[in-house]
Nanobody
Framework: QVQLVESGGGLVQSGGSLRLSCAAS????????MAWYRQAPGKQRELVAA???????NYADSVKGRFTISRDNAKNTVSLQMASLKPEDTAVYICNAQSLVVPSYRYLEVWGQGTLVTVSS
């Protein structure tokens, strides 16, 4: 099995920056896409940013120009650099990865526990 562990959350003032990291461990064969989602209190989980194994990225409109997703395929890690943070960015940020499993050779969605980011006004 593959596990994801996030780190880097915390409290930051509006306009500040924060960097989240997520490390995959366990029986890793291959990881395709990696992503960050977030879930604010009382709201549905939403995609924040995603990155393919080739480095192509996709961002939610609300974070474009402020957040940057990156990954290290050799270390099986993904990071989210967040800048110009706003109070509405407050949420639990959850790491996601698509991990290849055998013998089916299908990709399984794996989720981390999440890390809380709080942006004060």
């Amino acid at each position: 099995q593959v596990q994801l562990v996030e780190s880097g959350g915390g409290l930051v003032q509006s306009g500040g920056s924060l960097r989240l990291s997520c490390a995959a461990s366990g029986s890793i064969i291959s990881i395709k896409n990696m992503a960050w989602y977030r879930q604010a209190p009382g709201k549905q989980r939403e995609l924040v940013a995603a990155i393919t194994s080739g480095g192509s990225t996709n961002y939610a409109d609300s974070v474009k120009g402020r957040f940057t997703i990156s990954r290290d395929n050799a270390k099986n890690t993904v990071s989210l650099q967040m800048a110009s943070l706003k109070p509405e960015d407050t949420a639990v940020y959850i790491c996601n990865a698509q991990s290849l499993v055998v013998p089916s050779y299908r990709y399984l969605e794996v989720w981390g526990q999440g890390t809380l980011v709080t942006v004060s006004s």
